[in-house]
């Protein structure tokens, strides 16, 4: 019988873990004195919402308010701050950040966990542009932190002081698997023959049931994301109109909306819109994921109303979250997201 692992708390395993970890603290210290010193406030918001978020792919850990009377009402932990976040720039603020602690269900792996750190900032008045020149500046502001002159994964290397590469997602498409996908883009929707037949040309494995987004997202995976972040950081922006997700249309494009994601040594490492405010066009976003979700998954997640009235008040603004976690893995070489974190959930 196989001999079980040592628990992360046996000292000859967490004295491995602990360079990752001090290492950790330096990063986290200096991210917040970068944030302080461009007049950012840092926030606090719950961990029980009455929404965990309407992605289509994402699982919430369920739990219930009990009452002292005893009646019980559903409530979700956090898979992101994004909707508490949104309500304080409605409220008023102009730039936050959070060091936030979320949770997703369904995902574990070398760089999922289903506790982890997510660090999300906003910027009212600003564009989604201004958020590419912060994940440039914070890449450095780790690596200095961490007293390193390149980040690494799995074999993979990126200079975090390298100007990060910017890169459409239709050139990346075009580029890394040979697909125009603005093309199979129609009338604000996808359009899943198009899509389909473009990738069997390239050689793309799809099956009989699988939706236009299933499709992007397997090119995404198999062709794109490999290749960036390689020897330097790679911002693959203006993503086709049904990945908007929170993100608004783009004015001189109806094809695209204002999103990006940044990736470091082929791993995706922050995700960022500029901010869509349009409540009704929200809440026709949610339904559809919602709806989507029932269909793959049979369950859906309740809208978070008060989250929609906030939205119609909420200034035009930017936000990104990155994944802390990752961050610190790239800049600490470490190659499963346990080493990095404190205390791991256990294992089952």
């Excluded at 198009?194 to 069997?200: H, M, R, S, Y």
Aim: proline content about 6%; some cysteine.
């Amino acid at each position: 019988m196989p001999q079980a692992p040592s628990p992360w708390w046996a000292p000859d395993v967490y004295v491995d873990r602990r360079p990752f970890l001090l290492a950790r603290g330096r990063i986290s210290a200096a991210l917040r004195g970068w944030f302080a010193a461009r007049d950012f406030i840092e926030v606090e918001t719950p961990i029980l919402q009455v929404s965990p978020g309407n992605e289509t792919h994402l699982h919430a850990f369920a739990t219930a308010l009990i009452a002292p009377s005893g009646e019980r009402s559903s409530l979700y932990l956090r898979t992101s701050p994004e909707f508490a976040c949104k309500k304080l720039l409605a409220a008023g603020e102009k730039r936050i950040f959070e060091f936030a602690r979320v949770f997703r269900n369904r995902e574990r792996g070398p760089t999922h966990h289903p506790e982890f750190a997510m660090l999300e900032w906003y910027r009212a008045g600003a564009t989604y542009e201004a958020l590419m020149d912060d994940c440039a500046a914070l890449l450095g502001e780790t690596a200095r932190a961490a007293d390193v002159k390149i980040f690494s994964y799995r074999g993979q290397t990126a200079d975090p002081f390298k100007t990060p590469e910017r890169l459409s997602v239709d050139e990346a498409f075009t580029r890394y698997a040979g697909i125009d996908i603005l093309a199979t883009v129609k009338a604000g929707q996808g359009d899943r023959a198009a899509v389909a037949k473009a990738a069997t040309a390239a050689g793309i494995q799809i099956a009989d049931n699988d939706t236009w987004g299933d499709i992007f997202s397997r090119v995404l995976v198999e062709r794109v994301e490999p290749k960036l972040g390689q020897g330097r950081a790679t911002i693959l922006y203006d993503y086709p109109i049904p990945h908007a997700a929170l993100a608004r249309q783009k004015k001189n494009d109806p094809r695209v909306a204002e999103r990006f994601e940044l990736y470091v040594c082929g791993v995706e490492l922050a995700n960022a819109f500029g901010e869509l405010t349009d409540a009704a066009e929200q809440r026709k976003r949610f339904a559809a994921d919602m709806a989507e979700k029932e269909r793959i998954y049979g369950e859906r997640y309740p809208l978070d109303e008060d989250f929609l009235a906030a939205l119609a008040r909420m200034p035009e603004a930017s936000g990104i979250a990155l994944g802390f976690d990752r961050l610190v893995m790239l800049a600490t070489g470490a190659q499963r997201i346990e080493q990095v974190l404190w205390t791991p959930v256990s294992e089952a």
